[in-house]
């Protein structure tokens, strides 16, 4: 703001004030210093008597990113008082409805205008089109473009990557590639990992790091933060370390990011390593980083230091502790089965808690058999959000796992009466970069009848070395057999029995969930991983589960 200052006083000295080229600079000056200049450009923009196309465009720009409704409203004022608008307005306009994620429908208005082939107003309409998630008018806008730059190609990728469609946004970026005519450029690589890391595609990631080394980008704070996050996506976090251990330069993200890797990972006392030398070095953490330390701890089961990173929070830095660091503490107390002290802690809450604490807490209830807590735990939940598939499954299970099985029936037959559904489970697992779906019973993959068949003889094999299925999660009251054959078709098997019957060689298996793994996949992956001498690494919703020679890096804590 300094330089805004000494601008007004220079025009104010030599009597300018009221001359608009010099407004117009100062205006101008004023975008360069946002956010912090915006109060001072409106002060500025009013004192304008007839404010031109050019000042408007100004004051739209600088609310565009901070204060986007605002932006609107100065382009409302605009054409009500019939100033021109030109090829620079929509751009800004448009970043504003990207960042509220509004379709104005302002594409017949830049086409009457007759700037729909300029390429700045072009690429401004695909980030709307992808924030608002029309990909396919994104993608008719970007095939129209006739001379594509890095932010034509970043804005169709981002687009795609943020709407889910990451094997599309990637073959994008191969098709950008193939053209050799515009260098991807940081925003683009950056939307490029974020595909990688969706897929887990630790291969394709590897090649993208290498990539980015290749094209001249170097690894900035922000590719290499990404690049941390995405090899512990693709459950590599070794790697993770690495890029960490080799940048220069570190942000309080950089760290948050490499502590809940390891936290994921089942390396909590690594999680609180790294948490300790960031205060050491004078980082200073934020509410993330909080977060991330105590899913550390909870995942490792470190209840003591738990505890003393929550206190820390108000005691050492004078912050008062969030909603979701309060539900971090119940998740932590609930995994070591302090059912009761997580049930007294929730209680005591400051802020009235929501349901996803309450149903961290039914959880737990459920993975410790607590089933007179857990309907507690229930009805409170009911008083919040009485629809969610989760919580029914949750206690249904517990139910089952009690061999309760009228109260089970009732509550499945409670959610049939509601149309209450259970997620389907998949898996995905990328074999020779290619990425392959299993739906749990599902039949649709071209090999399906061999995997099938090759799953049945593994669970024969797997039955002589000790394996039993855990029939008591089965969500259903049949004869034992059929609850066998239930649970032998989840997705995570079938997505390993292929990858076992795919590699030959001795190369880690690694499968990404939908769902949190349930007990009979983890136990069956304990037997795979020992029995065929293969490191198999799943990703479900919770974490990362590591196994290898008949164990699991989750210590039980999952």
Not at 450 to 478: A, C, Q, W
Request: with cysteine; hydrophobic share 40%; glycine share 6%.
């Amino acid at each position: 703001m300094n330089n805004v200052y000494k601008l007004h006083c220079f025009i104010i000295k030599t009597g300018k004030q009221n001359d608009l080229l010099y407004l117009r600079s100062l205006l101008l000056s004023c975008a360069a210093a946002a956010p912090k200049s915006v109060s001072y450009a409106r002060s500025i923009f009013s004192r304008i008597p007839s404010p031109d196309t050019f000042s408007y465009n100004t004051i739209i720009r600088i609310h565009a990113h901070f204060f986007p409704s605002h932006s609107l409203s100065y382009f409302s004022t605009m054409r009500c008082h019939g100033v021109p608008l030109d090829n620079f307005t929509f751009p800004f306009v448009l970043k504003a409805c990207a960042r509220l994620q509004i379709d104005l429908h302002l594409h017949s208005l830049i086409v009457k205008h007759g700037f729909d082939s300029d390429i700045f107003v072009q690429n401004a309409l695909m980030s709307v089109y992808g924030c608002c998630g029309s990909v396919e008018l994104a993608l008719k806008v970007f095939d129209e473009i006739s001379e594509r730059d890095s932010v034509s190609w970043s804005a169709i990728i981002a687009s795609f990557v943020n709407n889910g469609y990451a094997s599309e946004a990637l073959a994008l970026f191969k098709q950008m590639q193939l053209e050799n005519k515009v260098v991807p450029d940081e925003v683009t690589m950056l939307s490029v990992i974020s595909a990688v890391s969706h897929l887990g595609a630790l291969e394709l990631g590897r090649w993208v790091r290498m990539y980015i080394g290749r094209i001249g980008l170097g690894i900035s704070v922000a590719l290499g933060t990404a690049l941390i996050d995405m090899f512990s996506r693709c459950g590599s976090i070794d790697e993770s370390v690495r890029v960490f251990e080799g940048m220069a330069v570190r942000n309080v993200l950089t760290w948050t990011v490499l502590i809940n890797g390891l936290a994921v990972h089942g390396r909590s006392r690594e999680a609180l390593a790294v948490f300790h030398s960031m205060r050491n070095s004078s980082v200073q953490p934020d509410y993330v980083t909080f977060s991330s330390v105590l899913v550390a701890c909870s995942h490792g089961g470190l209840v003591k230091e738990g505890r003393h990173v929550f206190e820390s929070i108000r005691k050492d830095y004078q912050m008062d502790p969030l909603l979701e660091h309060y539900g971090c503490m119940v998740d932590l107390l609930g995994r070591a089965g302090l059912l009761s002290e997580a049930y007294e802690f929730v209680e005591r809450i400051p802020v009235k808690p929501n349901s996803i604490i309450w149903r961290t807490l039914l959880g737990a209830c459920a993975n410790h058999n607590n089933l007179d807590l857990a309907a507690k735990v229930k009805g409170k939940i009911c008083e919040l959000d009485s629809s969610h598939d989760g919580d029914f499954v949750l206690l249904s299970n517990a139910y089952g796992a009690a061999g309760r099985w009228a109260e089970k029936a009732s509550v499945r037959s409670w959610m049939r009466g509601k149309r209450i559904m259970k997620e389907p489970g998949y898996s995905l697992i990328n074999v020779d970069q290619v990425t392959h779906e299993f739906v749990s019973g599902d039949s649709s993959h071209p090999q399906s009848e061999e995997i099938m068949k090759f799953l049945s003889s593994i669970i024969g094999e797997l039955r002589n070395g000790g394996y039993t299925p855990h029939t008591e999660y089965v969500l259903h009251d049949i004869d034992e057999e059929e609850k066998e054959h239930f649970l032998s078709y989840h997705s995570e098997k079938l997505a390993v029995a292929f990858a076992l019957l795919s590699l030959k060689d001795k190369r880690t298996i690694r499968i990404m969930k939908n769902l949190r793994i349930c007990h009979d996949c983890h136990s069956f992956m304990k037997y795979i991983s020992d029995k065929y001498e293969r490191k198999i690494i799943i990703r479900d919703r919770n974490r990362f589960h590591h196994f290898d020679k008949g164990s699991c890096s989750c210590h039980g804590y999952w």
